[in-house]
């Protein structure tokens, strides 16, 4: 696997109706198409060419920030000069994170109980799924870095995982959004402006769990949170010239600014 045949996507257990709200947030032209019981985000350009950030990077960041506007987990899937990984994002909950070298060894210090997050935050056999989940991360001569990342996504098909024909990890990102764009049900999701946006995410909110937090003071007490975190967030962000973190520092500090708006309006309704 060499540079050229760098490559992401995103996993969201989720609809493509709940998740484009959340996939808005971005800022970025995606390609959504449905993956059975999950949607799969595909990026039409390349973000990480050109900047300080390499492909995981990217895709962690947004991973990231559309677990922090919606209610679901979402995984991050990369591929790049030969490595793999994945990142699991749930919220405001410790992300988990693996990464194979291109001979499908464990690269840099990979995290020892991923897997087992992994398998609990995606409802998968604490038992079964979790021992083959597990074996992905032992040696094992015939299985390269792709062939790995490969296993866990046979793995999530028992957690309602379809992938659409041809949108494979590892394949070149050209390839991947030719593939995303010809998928059944396929759509692109662009940018449409922070006052669609806010009303998107407020809907995305008020048809979650999370739905009682929109007023009173659980609401202002979440909102002056989120601005604390997301406004340093974002300027680290900015220093670092960081795309993906500063999309979810931006959420953030759009759902505190949006949350202690609609707690005040409610209020004088």
Same mark, same amino acid.
């Given at each position: ?14 609809? @493509?109706?709940?998740a484009?709200p959340?996939a808005h947030?971005?800022r970025e ?7 059975? +019981?999950?949607?799969?985000l ?10 300080? +950030?390499s ?10 920030a559309?677990?922090l506007?919606?209610n679901? =987990? ?19 909950r ?6 194979w %070298?291109a001979? /499908?060894?464990?690269?840099?210090? @990979? %995290?020892p !109980? ?7 935050r $995606?409802g998968?056999?604490p038992v ?9 991360t032992?040696p094992d001569?015939?299985?390269d870095g792709?062939a790995?990342?490969?296993?866990v996504? &046979?793995?999530?098909?028992? &957690?309602?995982l379809?992938l ?7 394949e #070149?990102?050209?390839?991947?959004r ?6 059944p /049900?396929a +759509?692109?999701v +662009?940018?449409?402006g922070?006052r ?8 995305v909110?008020?048809?979650? @769990? ?6 009173g =003071? ?6 002056a949170?989120q601005?604390a975190?997301? &406004? #340093? $967030? ?8 960081s795309? !993906?973190w500063l999309?979810a ?6 759902? !505190?600014?949006a949350?202690?708006?609609y ?6 309704t």
């Amino acid at each position: 696997m060499s540079q050229t045949t760098a490559g992401g996507l995103l996993l969201c257990r989720a609809d @493509p109706l709940a998740a484009r709200p959340a996939a808005h947030i971005l800022r970025e032209r995606l390609l959504l198409a449905p993956a059975g +019981e999950w949607s799969a985000l595909v990026p039409e350009a390349k973000p990480w060419l050109g900047g300080a +950030e390499s492909v995981a990077e990217v895709l962690a960041g947004w991973g990231a920030a559309v677990a922090l506007s919606s209610n679901w =987990p979402v995984l991050s899937l990369w591929w790049e000069e030969g490595r793999t990984g994945f990142v699991l994002s749930s919220g405001f909950r410790r992300s988990a994170a693996y990464e194979w %070298d291109a001979a /499908g060894r464990p690269h840099g210090e @990979p %995290d020892p !109980g991923a897997m087992r997050t992994l398998a609990a935050r $995606l409802g998968l056999d604490p038992v079964l799924d979790l021992e083959e989940l597990e074996r992905l991360t032992r040696p094992d001569a015939a299985a390269d870095g792709e062939a790995r990342l490969l296993g866990v996504i &046979a793995l999530l098909a028992r &957690a309602g995982l379809a992938l659409p024909a041809g949108l494979t990890p590892g394949e #070149p990102a050209d390839r991947l959004r030719e593939a995303a764009r010809v998928a059944p /049900g396929a +759509e692109r999701v +662009e940018w449409a402006g922070w006052r669609d946006t806010v009303r998107a995410e407020l809907a995305v909110v008020e048809d979650s @769990p999370l739905g009682p937090w929109l007023r009173g =003071p659980k609401a202002r007490l979440a909102g002056a949170a989120q601005l604390a975190a997301g &406004a #340093p $967030l974002m300027l680290w962000a900015a220093r670092r010239r960081s795309p !993906g973190w500063l999309a979810a520092g931006t959420v953030l500090v759009t759902h !505190g600014a949006a949350a202690l708006a609609y707690d005040r309006a409610r209020r004088r309704t």
